[in-house]
């Protein structure tokens, strides 16, 4: 694991070879069996949900909510969670200035989206509705198989590219949720769903003082 901390426009850390091969590999392989549970991605309006439109084009599926219904699979979640809290990950938090970032380490699991990103799909400006930190991991084949979907951030209250990080596979950005981000758009691919750019969006909670 390698990791960078930023501290302009705003702090933010991006983590590269945040596992082992082995455990790439294998989280990769699940990721791409839930192919077919995949759905057109959605938005929050109000109480209800829709399909995105221009706001955003991708696929997705729940993956906390989705293996309560498939408790006998192989649970990419709970795979990403325990390789992703170790003592070394949190310890980079504990060691952090920034108070929002160490807060993490008190956190319940809150949600873990798993997306799908094919030719054209892309997600406009907007910002998450979790107050603490969201964490973005990237995962795909190699050699990538697509070209574009680059990360863009942008500031506190402004659309407006500061920060575009090219999609890297096994590779993590955690950034404060409030903050506008986009995912550009995918400009090529082989059209196999199983080449695709995926990404695990992960957000916490902030829990009772306890340590994980």
Known sequence: MKYTVYTEPFTYIVFEELFGDAINIALL??????????????????????????????????????????????????????????EAFKNVFKSMSDSLFRSIVYTDNGQLLLSRYDKGDHYNWHRDYNDTLTMNYMISQEPLKFTGGSFILGSWDTKE????????????????????????????????????????????????????
């Open 161 to 212: 590219e500061l920060v575009k990080i090219p999609f890297k596979n096994n590779s993590l950005v955690v950034f404060p949720s409030r903050v506008f981000h986009k995912v550009e758009a995918v400009l090529t691919s082989n059209g196999e769903i199983e080449d695709a750019r995926f990404t695990l969006q992960y957000w916490s909670k902030l829990k009772h003082l306890a340590d994980r």
């Open 29 to 86: 392989s699940e990721i791409q069996r839930l192919n077919p549970y995949m759905k057109p991605g959605k938005v929050a309006h109000g109480n209800t949900n829709s399909v995105a439109g221009e706001l955003k084009s991708n696929s997705n599926v729940w993956l906390f909510d989705f293996y309560k219904q498939y408790p006998n699979r192989v649970n990419a979640a709970n795979m990403f969670e325990k390789y992703l809290w170790t």
